[in-house]
Nanobody
Framework: HVQLVESGGGLVKPGGSLRLSCAAS????????IGWFRQAPGKEREGVAA???????RYADSVKGRFTISQDNAKNTLYLQMNSLKPEDTGMYYC???????????????????WGRGTQVTVS
């Protein structure tokens, strides 16, 4: 089992920056995929970015060039650096993981077995 705990959300003005963190604990395999999803009120949950155990990254088109996903393996922590934030980036941000390669459709939430409780990001 894997536990994920997000932090770092908050209220920020358009154009501002935030860094989200996701602390992972439990049985973490050598091969895994971990990422960030977000969900705005009334909308479906969508994949924002993902990174695998080979450090390959994937991004949604809407955040490319603005967001950066990274990981600190020594700390078992995932990060999401968010720059040039827009009001449409508002939502609950979740950390999700699976103990295997990233799903072929990495941005689909059904491919991930473990989820955190989320951290709220509001851009206004």
């Amino acid at each position: 089992h894997v536990q994920l705990v997000e932090s770092g959300g908050g209220l920020v003005k358009p154009g501002g920056s935030l860094r989200l963190s996701c602390a992972a604990s439990g049985y973490i395999t050598s091969r895994y995929c971990i990422g960030w999803f977000r969900q705005a009120p009334g909308k479906e949950r969508e994949g924002v970015a993902a990174i695998d155990s080979d450090a390959r990254t994937r991004y949604a088109d809407s955040v490319k060039g603005r967001f950066t996903i990274s990981q600190d393996n020594a700390k078992n922590t995932l990060y999401l650096q968010m720059n040039s934030l827009k009001p449409e980036d508002t939502g609950m941000y979740y950390c999700a993981a699976v103990r295997s390669r990233c799903p072929l459709r990495w941005s689909g939430s059904s491919g991930y077995a473990y989820w955190g409780r989320g951290t709220q990001v509001t851009v206004s």
